[in-house]
């Protein structure tokens, strides 16, 4: 099995996150791999995708995937 892709690893999170956060932190490391090998420095996550889209929510995020070794950036929706 090949590994995934940033754009697979953070889809993969997103589905993750509208399960109630099944296996979150399995797919946290398989993004945090994908960046390392594609040389990208942070995630860029879409907040219209989110399932608690509001400042507290996006926070908590951030914070949670940096405790994991993540840096997470929101693009302008």
């Known amino acids: ?6 754009a697979e690893a953070t ?3 997103y589905a993750a996150l509208r399960a ?3 296996d979150i932190d399995r797919h946290i490391a398989a993004l945090k791999a994908a960046l390392a ?4 420095e942070q995630a860029v996550f879409d907040p219209t995708r989110l399932a608690q ?3 507290s929510g996006r926070k908590l ?3 949670y ?6 840096i997470v950036r929101f693009s302008a929706s």
């Open 53 to 55: 889209n509001n400042r």
């Open 11 to 13: 889809d993969s999170i």
């Open 37 to 40: 090998r594609e040389g990208i």
């Open 20 to 22: 109630n956060n099944a």
């Open 61 to 63: 995020m951030q914070a």
């Open 65 to 70: 995937f940096r405790q994991r070794g993540v």
């Open 1 to 6: 099995m090949s590994e995934p892709t940033v």
